[in-house]
Each structure stands twice: as structure tokens, then as C-alpha cells.
């Protein structure tokens, strides 16, 4: 690194490059794209949660004005292969050996004989405009023969289960069973062992923005493009061109300004297979933005989980044992396999220390939406199963909750600790560093505990309460990502990574970080991020981790072209390259400040020196390939007053210290942190999306899925510890997520200990005055 | 003389046509509509001002607040046909391109107000609206109002706590809201 560590832009909060545009009314969204002549699709979705399609009739709809094409099951069953998210669902070999079961259900393009849930697609209509797509999709006559449809996650694994996939054996999609010690010989002997249910509701991203993508054929090249709001071009890129036979070199998928992802524009939809195929199969530009009721209904749901769980502990609160077993639905079909499962089951545990542990996920089918992981992925579910379970302990033994977190918290001076378990990639889990201790302290004292309980004893007659969360997130997913640095024909640097922003602010964060590798301005510095014309292998933004992976490869990327760049520049000023350096995009030669030589003047120079290496000018690609996960860290703490005439929750104070390695840009750093309690406030108080005994979707609409407005979110209270990460050269970890984790079982346990003298348990969200009233009345009831 | 040149109904388009003449960010528009057509989608589509976003077209998200005749509105809610012979202003018509930004608009950057920036022009016009509107009575806006004004949107990315910095700080009020332990801290009280 060139330049002096004081005048690293790393740790500084840049303001962001990326507001300007988007403040005008500049940004470029997928829909905000004018591709002339395109062409716009609406789809006619099944009405039914499980039914035989016995006939469908597209005629009248291939009639209507300004239709284009009618698509349905049977005309593109033989063209394009089914939907598979093939690396969400790969099992790695140390996960084989546990013998799981992670059944491959290809999703069909369009229903062909069955549909499965209410809202998959049955059929696509073409026009010249939406309006005209979905005055077309209204005459399309489809005839249904109903099957029993099967809602309820425990209804499922029945014996006599109705089947929700016909031809499958059962209902169950994905198991995993792992463990270490002897779990039943330790809570036989324990001191104290509580076993309690709890449910985390099926909740939903609900990005502001919804899914969408233009896709155009290239009339010279017969190449594909697609503009995405995707949070994984490349994925989508080789997806497509797998399933409707195009070379992977013949589709470049393009992430433009993106509206917000959280996990769901992560994972592909049929939708993103058919808009390409039609666009390809036309000869002619084709847009889909999904409206909201599409969004709601039939975009990827989330969250949805049952914990039966079970903590054993000696007499002073040291646990012994955990058991767990996870039920998640899946909804109608296995999408990503493993991912929440698995996740859900090895973040459980999180920052405690545990000798035997038996856990164990179960994915149920059930006719509804398809899952998928949302910001967390399993570990919101988790936390609030483990964390709602060690107030139940606390409270049990009589230890203060926080107290009895603190007695089992792995030390610093045990890290890097291994936990005894396979992480996700069926290798041992070892936590590479944090200091829990340290941050659950900076918590109780900030949300000042003992002021709390005393409070309490002062004013007997209000209820207000105190909770926590403590949670871990192994971040930094591999196998990779990649950055391509190039210095521009102007003397401009350009960086290219497959991992796009959906508002984190890859812009300025990235540039961060390349200028103080390479001793550029950060003016002087573009990023474009999620193209697969500017870098050919990606993963994308997902899972925490392009700051580990794409911001390690960003460096690794520019240290190369940095090299590149004094060994040209050796040559041109006749200097050795070890005297020469950069700051600020200018070379110059130690000692000699008279000579200098910009970028611009040195690119220019480059393909015309004689005897130069022949290669193109200043450009380097590199992949970087985590080693571990760099394990980030939080803890929330909160204190609720509950009205109990009217069910209300109020948050009265608001605390997050959390822990991810070297922070890059705070202000953005802690932006991502409150954002995603914003999420996690959401869904432990207000959000919902229902399902009624059929099947229906009952809250379709944003003013049925009730998200957090601005006075649902408090002012949140942050602090901060760092633990550089050992597990990449900048000591990195994700953050991303976090946020999302804690506040669903931070707020349920302070809720919980407002309650107490009412006798209230708290098993799951969300917490709705009515909600609340109906746990009042039946606690009033048994009591 | 107007460089908005708005594109007409496809060919096909069954529903009753209509000429409407109104103003978009000071200019004049004259242009053929179809009557279903919806406000949003003529912005977008029609005059290619992309600014305004559209997040449910329900009337729930506040993603495509415009201001119409100096009132903020939903413009998923209108139908081209109905802002005949009134006053249009988007996002697009606060700080042309190389001005600076408006005072609203600067306090989003400075406050880290917008992370995907989707649902921002909302904000950004909600924010705009209270604020000329305080300027118009001569004082600052209550709390109430200021709550009024940051409810009328969802934000999925920030939490909200940075926007509310943001519309306070353009409000001219104080930026940090006090936290109050013995109300919703989430909520201002007067």
C-alpha cells in the first residue's frame, strides 16, 4: 500500500459517490431503461394452492389487440429446461457425509399438468404494452381440478398427509441431522432443562423495488443482454444460457441500479428464464417489472420456521446441551436446499460454548409460495429460538438473562474456536475471532440493567421490560469473487467486480479500498459492478460477504495493476521501479520530485514503448477465495413498555454493539446495521404474510403486509469493537445482515419480561396489540 | 417550447383517447392519452421522466409522490386524463442537471439519507412539499408534521432513522431527536 496509514481512505466515512444521481431522479433502474420497441409481459398466475390443470385455452388471448405471443406449458416445456438454483442447492462432501436429504425439484417454466401454489405461473403473454399483456391474460381460459392443498407445516409430515407435489413420496424436502457429545446423557443430567416451541411467521423482503429484467437479442452479434435487478448476474447469466441452449458467452446479464434486494432477487425465478426466452424466441426487446401483488404473492417468501427446542444446564446456568429441531417450510417446492436449513441449524448455538448439541432441520413442502433466505437466512429464526430459550433458562435458575449469557460466552482467548460442528461448507466451524464478553458487556451497560430492574420495582403498575440478542454470523461466503482493475484511456481507473450494489454503496466503499492500494485519487476511480461483460466469473452480492470477497479481490486487483503500473513507469522515466511511487495518480521518482508522470500520460505511453511486454495496457483480474468465514458478531439490547389495555409495544430505548472487523466507511457501515434492525423490527412487530386454510394469500397488498413506517423505528444507540478479521489481508467482515438478526428475540424477551407479572409467554412474532391482547387474555385464563 | 416530447397510445390500445395540456416541471405538455392510462406510467413512459418511482401502485408505498399543483401526491393513484390544464413537478424539476442540489436533496446526502435510492423521490418530494409549505405560512413545521411528513413513505433499506435526520435538517429543525424514555423514541413528541 502506498500511501500513509493516516491518509487511508479505508475507515473514513467518504461521502457516497452513488446520491448525486439517485437524488436528481438520475438513477437507471431496470424499468427506467428505454429499449426502444420493447415489448412487455404479464403472466396469468394459478388461482389455486394445489389443483390438475385439465385444460388450458390461450386462443382468445393470441387474439387480442397488440398481442405478440401467448406462451403456455406446453409451448416452452420442450424448449426450456426446468428452473433449478443449482449452486443453492449443491451439497458440499463433509454435508454429504451426514446423509441428508435435499430432494431436486426442478420448478416448471410454465404449469403444465399441476400447480402447486397460488401465484405460479401458468402462462405469459407478450404485447406491446402491460396494459394490453394483462387485458390478454383476462380472456386466457384455464380449468382447474382441485386437490387438497396442504398449508400447515406439522399437517404436512402427517402419515396420511396429503402429497403437495404429486408423484413425490412425502412431503419432506430437505433433512439434516448433526450433532456432537451426548445430547439425551447431558439434559438427563442437568441441573435445570427447559423445552419450549418457537415459530418464527413467514415474513418477506419487500424490497421497494420489485423484480424485474429487459431482455434484448443483439441484432449483430445474436447475443443475449439482459438488464437485471438481480443480485447475481452471473448466476442468471449461465442459468439462462443453460436452460434455453445459448453459449454462456452469448448472454451478458447487467445489474443496473437496483431498488433494494435482501436475499430475494438472490435466487431465480421462472420468470427470469421466460423473459429472456421470449425475448430470444421474438427476435424483439421484452420487459417484466412484477407489480406488488406479484411481488407479495408470488415472489420468494421467507422466514417461516418452528423451533422445538430444548437447553439443559448445571445449577450456576453452565449449558450442557442444546437440542433443536428445526422445521422450516419450504413452501411448494425444495428451491435452495440446504441454505436456510443448514444455516438456521449452525448458527443456533451461536457465540455459546456448549459440549453436546443434537440438532436437527427438517424442510417441509407445503402449497405455498417457495422459500428462500431473506437478510440472515436462518439465523433471525435461530437467534430467536436460542436466545428466547436462554431467557426461559434465566429465568428458570433465577440468573439475570444477561448474566446468564455472559457465563457461557466463548472468550477471546479461545479464539480462533472451533466449535465441534461442520460449517455450511462441511468443513469444521471455527469462528476466526470477536470478543463476545466484551460486547455483551458494552450492551447491559448501555441499556443500564440495573436501572431497569429497578425502575420496575418502582412502578410496579406499568410493565416495561429489558432483552437481548446475541448472535454470530459466519460471513464472507466463497468460492470467490473476482475484480478486473484497469487504468483508462484517460488516465481514469476502472474497477469491475460481479458482485452489484443494491443500495449498500459498492461505489464508494470499493474505491475506498482500491485508492489506497494503488495511490489513486478516489475521484479518479469508477466502479461498475455486475456485468459479466466486464469480468467473466462472479458470484454476486449475497450472503454478507462482497466486502470480503469482492473488496479482497478489489485489492489484490489493484496491488497487480500497481506493480503493472511502476514497471511501465520504470521504463518511461528510465528509473527503477523500487524508487519510484504513487500518490494520488501521480509517479514519481523518490528523492526527485522534479519528475512525474501521471496515469494519463503513462497509459498513453504504454502500447507505443519499444521493447514493452506486449501486454495491453494496465489491467489485472483477480479472484479472491476466502479461506474461512470471517465471523462478524452483534448484540442487541432493548427495553419495551407494554400497554395492556390496548396491546401496544412501545421500544423505549435501543441499543446495537456489534462487531465486524475493520469498518471501511462507518457512516455507511452503521447505515447497514440500522437498516436491518428496521427489517428485524418489522417482523417481530408488524409483519405477516398470511395464508388462509386453502391456501389463499390473504395479505397481497402493502396495506395488508404491514412493514415498519418511520415511527415504527426508534433511534438506535451503537457502539462498536473491532476484531480485524485473520481471515483476509483487510481484515474484513460482512455486516450486511446483522442488523435483520436480533431484534425479533431481543424485543420477544423484553417483551416477555414486561409480561412477567402477567404470566404472558411470548412463542413467536408478530407482536400485534392484538396479538398481545389474545397472549394477555389466554395467560389471564390459565392463571 | 417544451423538449418533453411526449410518445403516444400504441396503435392498439382500445380505451377513448383524449388531448390533455398541462405543466411538467415549468414546461408545457401537450399530448394524447388513453383513458386508462396511469399518471405514473405517462411520467415514465410517455415523457421518460424515470425519476418518479413506482414501488405498489396501491397508493401504500409513497415511491411515486409528485407534486401536483403544488400539493404532494400519489401518482400511482391518477390518471393522466385527470391533471388536464394543472401543475406537474417531479423530482426532475428540483435541481436541473449541474445545479445544486436543492436544500432537501442535499440534507438525503448529507445525512446518508438513501441507500438503494429507490424510494428517495418520495422522500425527496414529501420533504420538499413540507418544507415550501412552512416557508408559505412563515413558521417550522410541528412535530407532528415532520412525522406526518416521514410516514408517508416506506423505506426498506436505511430504518429511517438517517431519513428522518435528513427531513429535519432541511426543516431546519434540530437534527438529533431526543430519546424520551417514557414514549416511543421512534415517536417525536410536540
Known amino acids: ?783 | 417550447m417544451s423538449d418533453l416530447e411526449p410518445s403516444g397510445p400504441p396503435t392498439a390500445e382500445p380505451t377513448a383517447r383524449h388531448t390533455i395540456s398541462f405543466t411538467v416541471n415549468g414546461e408545457s405538455v401537450t399530448a394524447e392519452i388513453e383513458s386508462r392510462l396511469l399518471l405514473t406510467d405517462f411520467l415514465r413512459h410517455r415523457l421518460r421522466l424515470t425519476g418518479t418511482h413506482v414501488g405498489c401502485e396501491q397508493g401504500a408505498c409513497g415511491a411515486c409522490t409528485i407534486q401536483l399543483d403544488g400539493q404532494p401526491v400519489r401518482s400511482c393513484l391518477i390518471l393522466a386524463a385527470q391533471v388536464d390544464g394543472r401543475d406537474i413537478r417531479t423530482i426532475e424539476g428540483l435541481a436541473g442537471p449541474g445545479d445544486e442540489l436543492t436544500a432537501v436533496q442535499q440534507a438525503f446526502a448529507d445525512q446518508h439519507g438513501l441507500q438503494c435510492g429507490f424510494c428517495t423521490p418520495g422522500f425527496v418530494m414529501s420533504v420538499t412539499s413540507l418544507r415550501e409549505q412552512s416557508q408559505a405560512n412563515g413558521r417550522a413545521p410541528t412535530e407532528a408534521e415532520v412525522q406526518d411528513c416521514v410516514d408517508s413513505s416506506y423505506c426498506r433499506c436505511t430504518g429511517y432513522v438517517n431519513i428522518r435526520k435528513a427531513a429535519r435538517q432541511a426543516l431546519g429543525l434540530p437534527i438529533d431527536v431526543p430519546v424520551s424514555l417514557d414514549s416511543s423514541s421512534g415517536q417525536v413528541s410536540e
Request: aromatic fraction near 4%; proline fraction near 6%.
Open chain 1, 1 to 783: 500500500m502506498s500511501t500513509e496509514p493516516n491518509d487511508w481512505l479505508i475507515g473514513q466515512s467518504v461521502p457516497r459517490v452513488e446520491d448525486d444521481r439517485l437524488l436528481r431522479g438520475a438513477g437507471r433502474y431496470t424499468d427506467d431503461l428505454h429499449v426502444p420497441d420493447a415489448a412487455e409481459v404479464a403472466f396469468l398466475r394459478s388461482t389455486e394452492a394445489h389443483a390438475r390443470i385439465t385444460s388450458i385455452d390461450i386462443s382468445a388471448a393470441q387474439a387480442m389487440p397488440g398481442v405478440v405471443a401467448v406462451y403456455d406449458g406446453a409451448s416452452v416445456v420442450d424448449r426450456i429446461k426446468p428452473l433449478l438454483n443449482a449452486e443453492e442447492l449443491r451439497v458440499p462432501p463433509g454435508i454429504a457425509d451426514l446423509d441428508p436429504v435435499n430432494k431436486l425439484q426442478p420448478a416448471p417454466i410454465l404449469a403444465t399438468d399441476e400447480v402447486n401454489y397460488v401465484g405460479q405461473p401458468v402462462a405469459m403473454v407478450v404485447a406491446e404494452t402491460r396494459y394490453l399483456a394483462e387485458d390478454a391474460i383476462e380472456v386466457i381460459d384455464v380449468t382447474y381440478e382441485l386437490l387438497p392443498a396442504v398449508i400447515d407445516v406439522e399437517a404436512a409430515q402427517a402419515e396420511d398427509a396429503a402429497l403437495v407435489l404429486l408423484g413425490e413420496d412425502d412431503n419432506i424436502g430437505v433433512h439434516v441431522r448433526h450433532g456432537k457429545g451426548d445430547t439425551d446423557a447431558a439434559l438427563a443430567s442437568a441441573a435445570a432443562v427447559i423445552t419450549e416451541t418457537f415459530s418464527t411467521q413467514r415474513y418477506v423482503c419487500a424490497p421497494i423495488e420489485t423484480r424485474g429484467l429487459v431482455a434484448q437479442q443483439d441484432p449483430f452479434t445474436g447475443s443475449l443482454t439482459i438488464w437485471s435487478t438481480t443480485q447475481t448476474p452471473h448466476r442468471v447469466r449461465d442459468h439462462v444460457a443453460e436452460s434455453i441452449g445459448l453459449p454462456v458467452d452469448d448472454v451478458r446479464v447487467q445489474s443496473v441500479d437496483v431498488g433494494g434486494g435482501f436475499g430475494q432477487k438472490g435466487i431465480l425465478v421462472v420468470e427470469e428464464l421466460l423473459v429472456p426466452f421470449a425475448a430470444h424466441d421474438l427476435g424483439r426487446p421484452v420487459r417484466w417489472i412484477a407489480d406488488r401483488f406479484e411481488n407479495l404473492t408470488a415472489d420468494a417468501h421467507a422466514r417461516e420456521q418452528i423451533h422445538h427446542i430444548t437447553l439443559g444446564a448445571d445449577a450456576d446456568g453452565t449449558l450442557v446441551a442444546v437440542k433443536d429441531h428445526i422445521i422450516v417450510n419450504l413452501g411448494a417446492r425444495n428451491m435452495v436446499g440446504l441454505v436456510v436449513p443448514y444455516n438456521a441449524l449452525c448458527h443456533l448455538i451461536g457465540p455459546y460454548q456448549v459440549a453436546n448439541a443434537d440438532l436437527e432441520a427438517t424442510g417441509v413442502l407445503t402449497n405455498t409460495t417457495f422459500t428462500s433466505p431473506y437478510r440472515g437466512a436462518g439465523r433471525p429464526e435461530a437467534t430467536f429460538a436460542m436466545e428466547r430459550a436462554m431467557d426461559r433458562l434465566a429465568a428458570e435458575l433465577g440468573i439475570e438473562p444477561s448474566e446468564l449469557r455472559r457465563r457461557n460466552l466463548i472468550t477471546s482467548e479461545q479464539m480462533p474456536y472451533e466449535t465441534g460442528l461442520l460449517d455450511r461448507r462441511g468443513v469444521p466451524q471455527e469462528y476466526d475471532s470477536g470478543d463476545y464478553p466484551a460486547m455483551l458487556d458494552r450492551a447491559v451497560e448501555m441499556i443500564d440493567v440495573p436501572a431497569v430492574r429497578a425502575r420496575q420495582a418502582a412502578e410496579p403498575d406499568r410493565r416495561i421490560g429489558v432483552g437481548f440478542a446475541l448472535y454470530l454470523e459466519m460471513t464472507g461466503l466463497g468460492p470467490f469473487e473476482g475484480a478486473r482493475v484497469e487504468v483508462m484511456p484517460s488516465g481514469r481507473v476502472r474497477l469491475y467486480t460481479g458482485a452489484p450494489s443494491q443500495g449498500q454503496g459498492h461505489r464508494t466503499v470499493f474505491a475506498q479500498i482500491l485508492a489506497d492500494t494503488m495511490g489513486v485519487a478516489f475521484d479518479d476511480i469508477d466502479v461498475l459492478a455486475g456485468d459479466t461483460a466486464s469480468i467473466p466469473y462472479g458470484v454476486g452480492t449475497i450472503a454478507s460477504r462482497a466486502l470480503v470477497t469482492a473488496g479482497n479481490a478489489t485489492a489484490q486487483a489493484g496491488e497487480l495493476v500497481r506493480e503493472r503500473i511502476l514497471d511501465a513507469a520504470a521504463g518511461v522515466l528510465e528509473a527503477n521501479a523500487a524508487d519510484l511511487t504513487i500518490e494520488q495518480g501521480i509517479i514519481s521518482v523518490t528523492g526527485t520530485p522534479s519528475v512525474e508522470l501521471t496515469l494519463a500520460e503513462l497509459i498513453r505511453s504504454v502500447p507505443k514503448l519499444a521493447g514493452g511486454s506486449g501486454s495491453d495496457g494496465l489491467g489485472e483480474t483477480s479472484y479472491f477465495q476466502p479461506p474461512n468465514y470471517a465471523t462478524a458478531s452483534g448484540a442487541h439490547a432493548v427495553t419495551v413498555e407494554v400497554d395492556t389495555a390496548t396491546g401496544r409495544v412501545e421500544i423505549l430505548d435501543y441499543v446495537v454493539v456489534h462487531e465486524a472487523g475493520t469498518i471501511v466507511n462507518p457512516v455507511v457501515a452503521d447505515a447497514q446495521v440500522v437498516g436491518g434492525v428496521g427489517q428485524g423490527i418489522g417482523g417481530i412487530m408488524s409483519e405477516h404474510l398470511r395464508y388462509d386454510e386453502n391456501g389463499q394469500p390473504i395479505t397481497s397488498t402493502f396495506s395488508d403486509y404491514l412493514m415498519p413506517i418511520s415511527e415504527m423505528v426508534p433511534e438506535i444507540r451503537m457502539d462498536e469493537i473491532v476484531c480485524p478479521s485473520p481471515t483476509n489481508p483487510l481484515g474484513v467482515k460482512g455486516l450486511g445482515e446483522g442488523g435483520a438478526v436480533g431484534p425479533p428475540a431481543a424485543i420477544a424477551n423484553a417483551v416477555e419480561d414486561a409480561l412477567r407479572p402477567e404470566g404472558v409467554s411470548v412463542r413467536s412474532g408478530p407482536l400485534t396489540p392484538g396479538r398481545i391482547l389474545d397472549m394477555l387474555r389466554s395467560a389471564a385464563v390459565s392463571q
